[in-house]
């Protein structure tokens, strides 16, 4: 807690913010279809989208600004039970997506050498990976891709 405490009041309130997305979608995945989550994705980007949110590309602002959302996840998800890389994945790709990131969302499958199945998420900016680790595009093979939506396809999407 002191350690909390003894941040800037941006990173308290970004991390706090990663925290209630973390545990909101943990809240929503054993109710949303599988192929709700892209719907969801949108909805939730939309819903608090800065319209004046630009991508700040490779500045230096823009670098500590994605670095500093991709730490609050991390941080926030090591600290809440059972946020696998799926809820870190379905929130990194809305607070990136959020703050005008390019993010795509993958979703991936495997079977080791033992013909164990395994399933993994992480999300990339520019293609690189930014949450669920740096070899995972490698190891998986890819079932499902989300990208963000720019800005203006943003304001402009019908609702339904």
Known sequence: MSKFLRLPW??????????????????????????GIPKLLF?????????????????????????SIVWSIKVAAGRIPWTTCLPQALV??????????????HLGVAKSADAEFG???????????????IDSGRSYTTILTIASLPTHELSA????
């Open 10 to 35: 941006a990173d308290k309130c970004r991390l706090l913010s990663a925290a209630l997305w973390l545990v909101g979608i943990r809240v929503l995945l054993p109710v949303v279809p599988f192929c």
């Open 119 to 133: 399933a993994h998420a992480w999300v990339d900016n520019c293609g690189s990976v930014v949450i669920g680790g």
């Open 157 to 160: 999407a019908p609702t339904r």
């Open 92 to 105: 990194a790709h809305l607070l990136l997506s959020r703050a005008g990131y390019p993010a795509r969302l």
């Open 43 to 67: 909805f939730l980007t939309k819903l608090g989208r800065k319209t004046s949110a630009s991508y700040a590309g490779s500045s230096g602002a823009g670098v500590h600004a994605l670095e």
